[in-house]
């Protein structure tokens, strides 16, 4: 679409710029223009194509914007009658081709919601001819026909892609309720809200860009099918959570995403000029986030809903002592006229350090820790993900549990680089997180340089395994009370209701539903020759118990030989010839040895006729062996059970502790603690507590205790840092800009890293590339890595001191002192500021004359 540059500060009152703006339709005000000029400008609307698939909400804001301030901006309405007739003009010439415009395909669908309620305010208005209102009908109607052609093909599910697309059409079902195409897609619609209801919520980890394309269906649904008034007191609670993902320091950090600030030259003054369509988020639905809150907060006149609402639109007022620009203030009154009308004012969420729950009123379970003195502006915050049950096919692609993603002080964010492809798909690597990880001794640590993790050399005996948690919700998961895997589609439908939808994974086991497992067979493989395997076996709470130590080769051992995509099973002597029993293992004793089997080929082994029940929370929580080799590794428990982003080698599989999870504050100081078990290894604890300081001090300690499946292995917490030019470093300080701040923040931010030193650590970096979607630029993966003993707890202590750039960071260094005794206890000193850490969790903050 053309764009327009304008000079009119009668027109865009809060600018006082020396430069010219260009924008596009919706333009920020049409109240200036006249007759013949506001019917070019229709014109050229309605000529233009403008988008009416897969997104298109700055019209829906022009909705908003027009109605809102009571219809007075008259000019306002010819443009949406003009973007509205370029939708007719459209399906008229797709007629005359032969050909179907459709509404509501997939996801062409987004934004579709905002679509009918433009076509309600032209009817409301009397606009529109009988002729244009019923040729519309027909588009809708014939859309819901023709798009949702088969209900038992579309995913059943809550999240962006089903409720996302389904937004317009619940509010076409309520404007048509009498078609048939409406009553046919109505059960549909109820489908999905039961999903809804029933779990509690949902479980889609990257909020930017899904979270807000959600929560857009989710408003639509709700007003097409009247949930605002049946269902209100659940949806208020429901959207409260997501609250508490926002703070006041105008910048953001989130599990697999990186929330960018737009600090493109000019980006304030264009913010200031449209407040309806800022972009201060660079993320793609940052502006949409913007307004949905605006919307739940009209809807429920919620001051903290709009206190979000202005944080994603213009980025949130600064602290006390710096003054609010005038800009800002003119910008906000355009912005959020309505409320301000109406008394509502923007009002930072109550509560410090907390512990966020998905479903927390039907299936509780902890999701986020949050460290905190409140939410205002400028005051520090911390964030750590810790939902135990990886989310492998809703926009998060790792089994990172218990990641710190977001540290953020006076408007600086110091941390965050979990992305959407850190690791997964096109990812970076599974070690590229601020958390402690684990990996066998033949491999690089934590990563190797540049981008991702190494191979293993083979030359080291190393576990395999898979935590029984991640196949419980997984995509070719067991079946459970809800749900049965459709074998004939490759995914899971309801019992119930087996022609309404299906699911991409378990449903059941996001919520702890389905706990008990049956394992039949395991699948462990492809081994090249004379790689050893010993062991394959069952542990977790209950023990440990040896499915085939592999010292014979068992009767229930199914071999093949793998030539490429040529699999041939192999028995009577054939087999015996391909396996041989030899001395040595990772224990005592004898294991199984591929034989000479050709260097083309691979073999594979499937031990079967299992008949193994259990729990996989509390009795055996993983299926391991060992093995000695550099390819392999791989398995598949009961032939189909394959979870994406898995990596056997360097499972972390953690489980969350929930009697060991503690928030809580002290004045304006945080404290949070965590443990997880089943971490890496089966009966392996790792518990990370953490002081966030009043000052904006990060000290972090972390403690292992490895069992025998990590014997030898190699450990550290890792630290991704920012790499740049011109950052100094000591023996164990390391100094890094921050990785963005705030449009308040004027004055740049470093910080220092400092790592405690013990004998046996090796302090290293390792430079390396991030997830696209965190913008680009590398970082030094900072560690202290350890060699693992079975049974002997290993300590940790990091520091984390923000301070201004261009302050000697040498002295900034020189200032922080750390001891730490063989129990973990430790004492940390940042200049005048004493931070004590305790074994079992006790912790204090004390300064001079207090």
Same mark, same amino acid.
């Given at each position: 679409m053309r764009s327009l540059t304008f000079f009119f500060f009668g027109l865009l009152p809060s600018l006082a710029l020396s430069e010219d703006l260009a924008f596009s339709h919706p333009l920020p005000n049409y109240s200036s223009f006249e007759g013949d000029e506001i019917?070019?400008?229709?014109?050229? +609307?309605?000529?233009?194509?403008?988008?009416?698939?897969?997104?298109?909400?700055? @019209?829906?804001?022009?909705?908003?914007?027009?109605?809102?301030?009571?219809? +007075?901006?008259?000019?306002?309405?010819?443009?949406?009658?003009?973007?509205?007739?370029?939708?007719?003009?459209?399906?008229?010439?797709?007629e005359e081709e032969g050909e179907k415009l459709t509404l509501f395909y997939n996801h062409k669908s987004w934004g579709s919601g905002g679509r009918m309620r433009i076509f309600a305010e032209l009817v409301r208005q009397e606009v529109l001819s009988v002729k244009e209102q019923e040729k519309f009908k027909d588009l809708v109607t014939e859309s819901l026909r023709l798009d949702f052609p088969d209900y038992s093909a579309l995913e059943r599910g809550v999240n962006n892609r089903p409720y996302g697309i389904n937004g317009g059409p619940a509010i076409a079902v309520s404007i048509f309720p009498d078609h048939p195409s409406s009553i046919r897609h109505k059960p549909w619609l109820e489908a999905l809200w039961r999903e809804l209801v029933e779990y509690g919520d949902t479980t889609e980890t990257n909020y930017y860009p899904y979270g807000p394309l959600y929560l857009q269906g989710l408003y639509d649904i709700a007003m097409g099918m009247g949930k605002f008034e049946s269902d209100r007191a659940f949806l208020h609670q429901h959207i409260r959570r997501y609250l508490s993902y926002v703070h006041g320091g105008g910048v953001r950090g989130n599990p697999n995403s990186g +929330?960018?600030?737009?600090?493109?030259? $000019?980006?304030?003054?264009?913010?200031?000029?449209?407040?309806?369509?800022?972009?201060?988020?660079?993320?793609?639905?940052?502006?949409?986030?913007?307004?949905?809150?605006?919307?739940?907060?009209?809807?429920f006149r919620d001051p903290e809903f709009l206190w979000a609402s202005e944080q994603a639109s213009l980025g949130g007022r600064p602290p006390k002592g710096i003054p609010v620009p005038k800009e800002y203030r003119e910008a906000y009154r355009q912005r959020f006229g309505w409320f301000i009308r109406r008394g509502i004012e923007p009002k930072p969420p109550t509560g410090r350090s907390s512990i966020g729950y998905y479903s927390k009123h039907k299936h509780p379970k902890p999701e986020r820790l949050f460290l905190c003195p409140g939410r205002k502006s400028g005051q520090p915050f911390t964030s750590f993900y810790i939902y135990d049950r990886n989310n492998n096919y809703m926009h998060y692609c790792d089994d990172s549990d218990g990641k710190l993603y977001e540290y953020c002080v006076d408007g600086a964010k110091l941390l965050h680089t979990s992305g959407k492809y850190t690791s997964g798909r096109a990812g970076v690597g599974e070690a590229a997180y601020d958390l402690l990880t684990v990996l066998p001794p033949d491999m690089e640590f934590p990563i190797k340089?540049?981008?991702?993790?190494?191979?293993?050399?083979?030359?080291?005996w190393k576990m395999a395994s898979m935590s029984v948690k991640l196949a419980l919700p997984s995509r070719e998961g067991p079946d459970s009370k809800n749900w049965f895997f459709d074998k004939g589609i490759g995914k899971f439908r309801r019992r119930d209701q087996p022609k309404l939808g299906y699911s991409h994974g378990n449903m059941d086991g996001y919520w702890n539903l389905n706990d008990d497992f049956h394992l039949t067979s395991l699948q462990i493989g492809d081994f090249e020759t004379g790689t050893r395997i010993q062991n394959i076996r069952l542990a977790g709470p209950k023990g440990e118990k040896i499915l085939a130590a592999l010292d014979e080769i068992p009767k229930n051992l199914k071999v093949e030989l793998c030539r490429g995509e040529n699999v041939v099973e192999l028995t009577g002597t054939h087999r015996d010839n391909a396996c041989r029993i030899v001395e040595g293992g990772r224990r005592p004793g004898l294991s199984l040895e591929i034989a000479d089997i050709g260097k083309a080929s691979l073999l594979r082994l499937t031990l079967e006729k299992l008949d193994e029940r259990f729990n996989g929370q509390t009795e055996y929580t993983r299926m391991s062996y060992d093995f000695k080799g550099p390819k392999g590794g791989s398995i598949t428990p009961n032939v189909r059970t394959r979870p994406r982003y898995f990596t056997p080698l360097w499972h972390r599989g953690a489980i969350l502790e929930?009697?060991?999870?503690?928030?809580?504050?002290?004045?304006?100081?945080?404290?949070?603690?965590?443990?997880?078990?089943?971490?890496? $290894?089966?009966?392996?604890?790792?518990?990370?507590?953490?002081?966030?300081?009043?000052?904006?001090?990060?000290? +972090?300690?972390?403690?292992?205790?490895?069992?025998?499946?990590?014997? $030898?292995?190699?450990?550290?917490?890792?630290?991704?840092?920012?790499?740049?030019?011109?950052?100094?470093?000591?023996?164990? @300080?390391?100094?890094?800009?921050?990785?963005?701040?705030?449009?308040?923040q004027t004055q740049r931010k470093h910080l220092i890293l400092h790592l405690h030193e013990q004998e046996d650590l090796k302090i290293g970096q390792v430079k390396h590339r991030v997830s696209q979607d965190i913008g680009g630029g590398n970082v030094q993966n900072t560690f202290a890595r350890a060699t693992l003993q079975p049974g002997k707890p290993r300590f940790w202590l990091s520091v984390l001191r923000p301070f201004n750039h261009g302050i000697d960071s040498g002295k900034i260094a020189a200032g922080i002192q750390t001891t730490m005794d063989s129990d973990g206890t430790a004492t940390t000193t940042i200049d005048a500021v004493t931070i004590q850490l305790g074994p079992s969790g006790r912790w204090r903050v004390s300064r001079p004359n207090q």
């Open positions: 019917k070019a400008l229709a014109a050229e +609307v309605r000529h233009s194509n403008p988008q009416i698939h897969r997104g298109g909400w700055e @019209w829906d804001r022009l909705l908003s914007r027009y109605i809102d301030n009571d219809r +007075v901006e008259e000019n306002a309405l010819p443009i949406l009658r003009a973007y509205f007739m370029s939708i007719l003009d459209r399906y008229d010439h797709a +929330v960018r600030i737009n600090q493109k030259e $000019g980006s304030r003054h264009r913010i200031y000029a449209d407040p309806w369509n800022s972009r201060y988020l660079l993320d793609e639905a940052g502006a949409l986030d913007a307004h949905i809150w605006y919307l739940f907060a009209k809807e340089e540049g981008q991702g993790m190494s191979t293993p050399t083979g030359n080291s929930e009697k060991d999870l503690r928030a809580e504050n002290k004045g304006s100081d945080s404290f949070g603690r965590f443990t997880m078990r089943n971490y890496y $290894g089966a009966r392996s604890k790792w518990t990370r507590d953490s002081v966030l300081t009043a000052e904006g001090y990060l000290i +972090v300690r972390d403690r292992l205790l490895p069992c025998s499946d990590l014997a $030898g292995y190699h450990a550290s917490p890792c630290w991704l840092i920012s790499a740049a030019e011109n950052t100094r470093k000591g023996s164990n @300080w390391f100094e890094a800009p921050a990785r963005d701040h705030s449009w308040w």
